[in-house]
C-alpha cells in the first residue's frame, strides 16, 4: 500500500478525518494506533500519516510512545494531522520533535478544529457548531489531501502562538491529573454489563469484574469508556449525568475496537 494513516481517536473525530483523508489519497491503509508490546512499529508505505486528537496541548502519551516506536523507510513522506476542540497548543511542534528524535522528518503538520469531546468542560456541542466545524475542517482537509498527494514539503502550521514550554508544562499537569481523573470513573446502576467499554478502551484499561467495569491506572482520559456507553452509565465523577454525550455520529463504536491493524 503507498500510504498509510495511523489514528489515535476516543470518540471517532480523528478516526473520520483519517477515513476522509483516505478516501481523497486513495491506496491508503488505515491502522489503529493502540496500546502494545511490540518494541517496534514499521511502516513500509511510501507516505506515512498520523491523525490524533490534541491532550492538554500536546499529543496524547499514547501517540508519543507510538512515534517513539516508528520505523519508517528512509526516503518517506512524513505528515500528521492533529484535531482539537479550540487550542492545538504546540501539539505539532511535540510531533515534530518526537519524530526527529528517531530521525524521521515531519515534511507537513497540520491542525484542524473539531467539536469538543472532553466532557469535564461540558457536553456535546450543539448541531450547528458541531455541523460548522466539521464542514470546515472536511474543506481544509481536501487542501492537505492536494499538499501530500504532491509531496509537498512545509512548515508545520501553529495555528495559535502558544510558548513550547507552555505545553510541556500543561502536558506534564495533565499526565498527573490522569491518575486522579482515572479514580473519579465508575458505572452506575444503569450498567448492564455488556462490556463495550472494555472494548473501546485504547490502553485495555478497563476490565469487568462481577459484570461490572473497573478501571486500572493505564488510562489516556480519552472517554471512550464513557462516550461510547450505550445506557449512559458511565460516570465521571458527579459533573456527567446532566451532561450531554459525544461520538462522531458517523463513526461506529466497532470501528475503535479492532486490534493494530484496521
Ligand atoms: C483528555 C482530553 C484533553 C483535551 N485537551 C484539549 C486541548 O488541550 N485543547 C483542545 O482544543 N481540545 C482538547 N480536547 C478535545 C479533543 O482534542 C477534540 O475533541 C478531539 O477532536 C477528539 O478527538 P477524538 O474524537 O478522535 O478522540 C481534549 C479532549 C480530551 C479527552
Same mark, same amino acid.
Given at each position: 500500500?503507498?500510504?498509510?494513516?495511523?489514528?489515535?481517536?476516543?470518540?471517532? =473525530?480523528?478516526?473520520?478525518?483519517?477515513?476522509?483523508?483516505?478516501?481523497?489519497?486513495?491506496?491508503? @491503509?488505515?491502522?489503529?494506533?493502540?496500546?502494545?508490546?511490540?518494541?517496534?512499529?514499521?511502516?513500509?508505505?511510501? #507516505?506515512?500519516?498520523?491523525?490524533?486528537?490534541?491532550?492538554?496541548?500536546?499529543?496524547? #502519551?499514547?501517540?508519543?510512545?507510538?512515534?517513539?516506536?516508528?520505523?519508517?523507510?528512509?526516503?518517506?513522506?512524513?505528515?500528521?494531522?492533529?484535531?482539537?476542540?479550540?487550542?492545538?497548543?504546540?501539539?505539532?511542534? %511535540?510531533?515534530?520533535?518526537?519524530?526527529?528524535?528517531?530521525?524521521?522528518?515531519?515534511?507537513?503538520?497540520?491542525?484542524?478544529?473539531?467539536?469538543?469531546?472532553?466532557?469535564?468542560?461540558?457536553?456535546?456541542?450543539?448541531?450547528?457548531?458541531?455541523? #460548522?466545524?466539521?464542514?470546515?475542517?472536511?474543506?481544509?482537509?481536501?487542501?492537505?489531501?492536494?499538499?501530500?498527494?504532491?509531496?509537498?514539503? @512545509? =512548515?508545520?502550521?501553529?495555528?495559535?502562538?502558544?510558548?513550547?514550554?507552555?505545553?510541556?508544562?500543561?502536558?506534564?499537569?495533565?499526565?498527573?491529573?490522569?491518575?486522579?481523573?482515572?479514580?473519579?470513573?465508575?458505572?452506575?446502576?444503569?450498567?448492564?454489563?455488556?462490556?463495550?467499554?472494555?472494548?473501546?478502551?485504547?490502553?485495555? =484499561?478497563?476490565?469487568?469484574?462481577?459484570?461490572?467495569?473497573?478501571?486500572?491506572?493505564?488510562?489516556?482520559?480519552?472517554?471512550?469508556?464513557?462516550?461510547?456507553?450505550?445506557?449512559?452509565?458511565? %460516570?465521571?465523577?458527579?459533573?456527567?449525568?446532566?451532561? #450531554? @454525550?459525544?461520538?462522531?455520529?458517523?463513526?461506529?463504536?466497532?470501528?475503535?475496537?479492532?486490534?493494530?491493524?484496521?
Amino acid at each position: 500500500m503507498p500510504n498509510e494513516i495511523f489514528f489515535f481517536s476516543g470518540t471517532g =473525530n480523528s478516526l473520520a478525518l483519517a477515513k476522509s483523508l483516505a478516501g481523497k489519497l486513495g491506496n491508503t @491503509r488505515l491502522t489503529r494506533i493502540a496500546y502494545t508490546d511490540d518494541a517496534e512499529i514499521v511502516s513500509t508505505a511510501e #507516505k506515512v500519516g498520523i491523525i490524533y486528537p490534541v491532550y492538554s496541548f500536546g499529543m496524547p #502519551k499514547i501517540v508519543k510512545a507510538f512515534i517513539g516506536k516508528l520505523k519508517v523507510p528512509p526516503n518517506s513522506y512524513v505528515f500528521a494531522v492533529c484535531n482539537y476542540a479550540g487550542m492545538s497548543g504546540s501539539s505539532m511542534k %511535540q510531533t515534530q520533535k518526537a519524530l526527529a528524535a528517531g530521525n524521521i522528518k515531519l515534511n507537513a503538520g497540520f491542525g484542524l478544529v473539531m467539536p469538543s469531546n472532553y466532557l469535564p468542560f461540558g457536553g456535546a456541542e450543539p448541531e450547528e457548531k458541531f455541523q #460548522k466545524k466539521v464542514g470546515r475542517a472536511e474543506t481544509r482537509l481536501e487542501r492537505i489531501a492536494g499538499i501530500v498527494k504532491a509531496g509537498e514539503s @512545509r =512548515n508545520i502550521e501553529n495555528p495559535w502562538y502558544f510558548p513550547y514550554w507552555l505545553t510541556e508544562l500543561a502536558n506534564r499537569y495533565f499526565l498527573k491529573s490522569i491518575v486522579k481523573e482515572v479514580k473519579k470513573l465508575h458505572a452506575d446502576d444503569k450498567c448492564t454489563g455488556c462490556g463495550l467499554c472494555t472494548k473501546v478502551c485504547p490502553t485495555v =484499561n478497563v476490565r469487568l469484574v462481577e459484570g461490572k467495569p473497573q478501571w486500572g491506572t493505564n488510562c489516556e482520559l480519552c472517554l471512550a469508556c464513557l462516550q461510547w456507553c450505550p445506557v449512559h452509565a458511565v %460516570q465521571m465523577g458527579n459533573i456527567s449525568p446532566d451532561r #450531554k @454525550r459525544y461520538h462522531h455520529p458517523d463513526i461506529q463504536a466497532k470501528e475503535l475496537i479492532t486490534d493494530r491493524e484496521f
